[in-house]
């Protein structure tokens, strides 16, 4: 049996496209190129698609798209697993795919549109089918389900849309929230966009921020607990989860990109420091999270655990980071689970 041509897809028109990049380097480093054709695709924060086939430096250091590239296309009359690569002098080239693996994180990458247009390709990817990576994208529609289900209490929240009467919004909240509030974007990652709000002059900025990323926002009850995140892998419908990891987040408001991504002001306790019934109470919260929502391959689910030992359903993100420093393949690696085993494990749940 020959190599599998794995397509990694990297970038995208989201707010976390460096993060994307630094995912992108981390995987390419440690894919096993003795069992997989890499071929690496990248998309411009314009949303052109490239094969590029360049050093992977010139991932990390974000010029990739400068040189060493080719643009290529979905052409369904190719049939499936196709794509097209556009070469010099107009030369179009059919380049099959066995596989995706989208380390795409946020925005158009993360929320079913890439799923949906590898679906209709016919190329099977890691993670999460269309319709649950959607849904899970948007953290109101999460809430709904993860509500509808009874599993685990969730923070308080009202939906807002663009175009909402700000003032009469800030006294709903108010009334019904109180502060400190919350004010995050329905529909996007590591935390980009999100405040915390102290007080009622706070408020309009943040609600400009959040609707700055998406029409849709949530303004969320504060929960004051440790930050508790689990990671689950799904093979086949045998599901492995972690221990959960504790996110400290030193001096910082709440874990937002500068501390997840930027300072070094966070740090992390693998396993939580909590006492062993809430471990395992968290975790198996979890998986009923994730089979709840339809999940498939992988996602991180995050919590709340407050001093009065109540687990408290925070989000879930479907494409979790996989820089060096990002919690999945962390929590992952104290499974067992190498770097390396866990891209080969990924991959082959998604080709079941």
């Given at each position: 049996?020959?190599?599998?041509?794995?397509?990694?897809?990297?970038?995208?028109?989201?707010?976390?496209?460096e993060?994307?990049?630094?995912?992108?380097?981390?995987?390419?480093?440690?894919?096993?190129?003795?069992?997989?054709?890499?071929?690496?695709?990248?998309?411009?924060?314009?949303?052109?698609?490239?094969?590029?086939?360049?050093?992977i430096?010139?991932?990390?250091?974000?010029?990739?798209?400068?040189?060493?590239?080719?643009?290529?296309?979905?052409?369904?009359?190719?049939?499936?697993?196709?794509?097209?690569?556009?070469?010099?002098?107009?030369?179009?080239?059919?380049?099959?795919?066995?596989?995706?693996?989208?380390?795409?994180?946020?925005?158009?990458?993360?929320?079913?549109?890439?799923?949906?247009?590898l679906?209709?390709?016919?190329?099977?990817?890691?993670?999460?089918?269309?319709?649950?990576?959607?849904v899970?994208?948007?953290?109101?529609?999460?809430?709904?389900?993860?509500?509808?289900?009874?599993?685990?209490?969730?923070?308080?929240?009202?939906v807002?849309?663009?175009?909402?009467?700000?003032?009469?919004?800030?006294?709903?909240?108010?009334?019904?929230?109180?502060?400190?509030?919350?004010?995050?974007?329905?529909?996007?990652?590591?935390?980009?966009?999100?405040?915390?709000?102290?007080?009622?002059?706070?408020?309009?900025?943040?609600?400009?921020?959040?609707?700055?990323?998406?029409?849709?926002?949530?303004?969320?009850?504060?929960?004051?607990?440790?930050?508790?995140?689990?990671?689950?892998?799904?093979?086949?419908?045998?599901?492995?989860v972690?221990?959960?990891?504790?996110?400290?987040?030193?001096?910082?408001?709440?874990?937002?990109?500068?501390?997840?991504?930027?300072?070094?002001?966070?740090?992390?306790?693998?396993?939580a420091?909590?006492?062993?019934?809430?471990?395992?109470?968290?975790?198996?919260?979890?998986?009923?999270?994730?089979?709840?929502?339809?999940?498939?391959?992988?996602?991180?689910?995050?919590?709340?655990?407050?001093?009065?030992?109540?687990?408290i359903?925070?989000?879930?993100?479907?494409?979790?980071?996989?820089?060096?420093?990002?919690?999945?393949?962390?929590?992952?690696?104290?499974?067992?689970?190498g770097?390396?085993?866990?891209?080969?494990?990924?991959?082959?749940?998604?080709?079941?």
């Amino acid at each position: 049996m020959g190599k599998l041509s794995l397509g990694i897809l990297f970038g995208g028109k989201s707010s976390e496209y460096e993060v994307s990049l630094s995912s992108a380097y981390a995987l390419l480093s440690n894919v096993d190129r003795e069992k997989y054709d890499v071929l690496t695709i990248g998309i411009t924060k314009d949303g052109k698609w490239y094969l590029f086939e360049g050093d992977i430096e010139k991932i990390r250091d974000g010029s990739w798209y400068c040189s060493d590239v080719s643009e290529v296309f979905f052409a369904p009359t190719y049939g499936k697993k196709v794509m097209g690569v556009l070469r010099e002098g107009g030369k179009i080239e059919k380049l099959t795919l066995d596989v995706v693996f989208p380390v795409l994180h946020g925005r158009f990458g993360e929320d079913g549109r890439v799923q949906g247009l590898l679906s209709v390709a016919g190329i099977p990817a890691v993670g999460c089918g269309c319709t649950a990576a959607a849904v899970c994208m948007d953290k109101a529609l999460t809430k709904t389900v993860v509500g509808a289900a009874n599993i685990v209490r969730q923070a308080k929240a009202v939906v807002a849309l663009s175009g909402d009467d700000t003032e009469a919004l800030r006294r709903r909240a108010e009334h019904e929230i109180g502060y400190p509030m919350f004010v995050k974007p329905a529909s996007s990652g590591s935390s980009v966009g999100c405040s915390k709000v102290k007080d009622g002059s706070a408020f309009d900025k943040a609600v400009n921020s959040a609707f700055a990323e998406d029409e849709k926002i949530l303004i969320e009850e504060c929960i004051t607990g440790r930050e508790i995140e689990v990671a689950v892998l799904e093979e086949g419908g045998r599901l492995t989860v972690s221990v959960p990891a504790e996110i400290d987040v030193g001096s910082s408001e709440f874990y937002d990109y500068e501390t997840k991504y930027v300072s070094d002001e966070s740090s992390f306790y693998i396993p939580a420091r909590i006492d062993e019934e809430a471990q395992k109470n968290a975790s198996a919260t979890a998986a009923k999270i994730f089979t709840a929502l339809g999940c498939r391959g992988l996602s991180r689910v995050d919590f709340f655990y407050t001093a009065e030992g109540e687990l408290i359903f925070n989000e879930i993100n479907t494409l979790p980071g996989f820089t060096p420093i990002s919690m999945y393949p962390k929590l992952m690696g104290h499974t067992g689970i190498g770097y390396s085993e866990l891209i080969d494990r990924l991959i082959a749940s998604a080709l079941k």
